[in-house]
Every structure is written in structure tokens, then in C-alpha cells.
């Protein structure tokens, strides 16, 4: 296993949805409506119209459904365009942060909720940033329910697990579930408990050498505790077995940070990450159609629209 790090980039990648949370203005025409997905927690689901094949977009961490407004309506003339507001943000339902409320795939079930209650018919999932691992969740347990993904910057390492460089969360959820799995029953628990000796090593490694990052880093500010559930949502995906489009931003435009010694060193960083996320998915999706957009902002879609739609279109043509 190779040495396992957690870099500012990583940070900077993975939370910049919440870091510029601000939503542009409402200004595109589309209906509002809210879908009970469990007790007490409704979403708020846009409709901007359309017809044809069901099109969703799902935001990043601390975005909401409107920051497609200037997006999702170029997609109209073929397709009916929705998109969901994830649980804890904008005017959807806010349960706890504990106990699993944000687990992975209690987004993804969050989503396959609105398929059902609107019937919505295998729609193609767009998503942007920690969007990806909502994508992969539905793909990975219901291939059935979707017949293509659109990853937007998002088909990073918690979209789908990268061995060689595995993340402290998606580990600790694995122990979780084969714990879970053992007091459940009905499994060979002597195999099962192997299984969990070499699980419970390798979290023990990626623990070590993230703690010795961590260390090293300058005090960051706390995360809400949304967002600490969601980084510790984060749940180990290796198969995505429907169509998928993977855009990257690599590597990332990184103009609006100041000059300093190290800011070339970060960018260096970048590049490697966003290059080694690449081909991970490539490596474990061969089907996928893989897009990078060097210099482009992480917000992909806002920044080179033109060319992200064009590549979209190209993908949506070739779905059945």
C-alpha cells in the first residue's frame, strides 16, 4: 500500500461546494415541490421542464438544487430536468447529524425516494463535487433504477474506492459495516472475523498516516456538523456498472490563491491528485467516458459551460 496522504488540496477539492456556498439569484423558470423521504425530512425537488428522458442534478456539499438555475435549463429541448436539494441544506428537511442521517447511501436512498414518488423512470444522475458519491451509491446497489451517470468533478475517490490511496472515513465505514455484518448473522462469522482482522490493519495504517498529515497541516476551521457527517458519511464503492461520464477539472485554476512558497507545491499536488482520481476511474469503470478540462474551476460547469454541456450532449446521445 502506498503512503496514504491528506493534503490541503484534498481539503480545498472536497469542500470547496461548502466554502462558496452562496446560491446565484432564482432567476430561471421552474416549479418547486417537496417529496417526503422519510419521516419528518421532505427535499425540495426543482422541475424546469422539458420533455424526453428524465435528466436530475444533484449539487455538492453545501449547495443547493438552484445552483443549476443557469445551467439545467439548457437541457429542456430533449429532456426533462430536475434537480434535489440533498437533506440538511437549503429548504429541504434537516435531520440530526448522527446515527447515519447522512451516510452515503442514506442519500442515495434519499434520491431513489423521488424517483419513486414521482415516478420518474431510469433518469440519467448529474452530479458536482461529493454529489459523486450519491451517483455511485444508486448505481452500485440499483443499476437498474438509472441508465447513466454524469459525474461533474465528482468521480473522485469516495465516488469510487482507489486502494492504493484509501480515505480514513470510507475505511472506518467499512469496519462499521462488517461489524454490523458479523452481529447480523447468517454469515460465515469465521471468515467474516479474518476479514475484519486484515479491514481493522489497514484502517490502522491509514489512521496513523493521516494523523501524521493532520499534524503537519495549519489549524483549519471546524467543519458544522452536517458537514462532519457527511465527510464521515462517505462509504466505499468498487463497481459502477451503467454508462458514465466523468469530467475533470485537472488541474484545477488556482488564480484566486494568493502567491506564497508553497502555493506552486499545492498546485503540483493537484495535478498528481486529479490525474491519479482519473485514472482510478478509468482503471475501474473501462466503459466510462473520461473528459478533462485542465485550468478549469471546480464549479466545472459555471466556468466552461459551453464545453461541459457540449460534452453532456455527446454522452446523452449515445444512451439508449
Not at 423512470?121 to 444508486?138: Q, T
Request: negative net charge; proline residues 7%.
Amino acid at each position: 500500500m502506498k503512503k496514504i496522504t491528506l493534503s490541503l488540496v484534498t481539503l480545498v477539492v472536497l469542500s470547496a461546494s461548502e466554502l462558496y456556498a452562496q446560491n446565484p439569484a432564482n432567476h430561471s423558470p421552474h416549479t418547486v415541490q417537496f417529496v417526503s423521504v422519510e419521516k419528518d425530512v421532505k427535499l425540495e425537488v426543482l422541475d424546469w421542464g422539458g420533455s424526453g428522458k428524465p435528466l436530475i442534478f444533484l449539487a455538492g456539499a453545501g449547495d443547493t438544487a438552484h445552483r443549476f438555475d443557469g445551467f439545467a435549463p439548457r437541457f429542456t429541448k430533449q429532456h426533462h430536468v430536475y434537480g434535489i436539494t440533498r437533506r440538511g441544506f437549503g429548504a429541504s428537511g434537516s435531520p440530526a447529524p448522527v446515527n447515519g442521517n447522512y451516510s452515503a447511501d442514506r442519500l442515495g436512498d434519499d434520491v431513489l425516494a423521488v424517483l419513486k414518488s414521482l415516478e420518474i423512470n431510469r433518469p440519467v444522475l448529474v452530479g458536482h463535487s461529493m454529489a459523486g458519491e450519491e451517483l455511485s451509491s444508486v448505481a452500485s446497489r440499483f443499476p437498474e433504477k438509472v441508465s447513466g451517470l454524469i459525474y461533474l468533478d465528482a468521480a473522485t475517490n469516495f465516488a469510487l474506492d482507489d486502494p492504493e490511496h484509501p480515505l480514513l472515513a470510507v475505511e472506518m465505514n467499512d469496519i462499521k459495516r462488517r461489524i454490523d455484518e458479523i452481529e447480523g448473522g447468517g454469515v460465515d462469522e469465521k471468515k467474516k472475523l479474518l476479514e475484519l482482522e486484515a479491514a481493522v490493519a489497514r484502517l490502522e495504517t491509514v489512521l496513523h498516516h493521516d494523523n501524521v498529515e493532520v499534524a503537519k497541516m495549519p489549524p483549519l476551521p471546524p467543519r458544522s456538523p452536517i458537514g462532519a457527517a457527511l465527510n464521515f458519511g462517505m462509504q466505499k464503492y468498487t463497481s459502477i456498472p451503467v454508462p458514465a461520464l466523468a469530467i475533470y477539472a485537472c488541474p484545477h485554476n488556482w488564480d484566486r490563491l494568493p502567491d506564497s512558497p508553497g502555493k506552486s507545491a499545492l498546485m503540483a499536488d493537484d495535478k498528481s491528485r486529479c490525474a491519479r482520481w482519473a485514472d482510478n476511474f478509468r482503471q475501474g469503470v473501462p466503459s466510462a467516458r473520461i473528459v478533462m478540462i485542465p485550468n478549469a474551476d471546480h464549479y466545472v460547469y459555471l466556468s466552461n459551460e459551453a464545453q461541459v454541456a457540449r460534452e453532456m450532449n455527446d454522452f446523452l446521445d449515445t444512451l439508449p
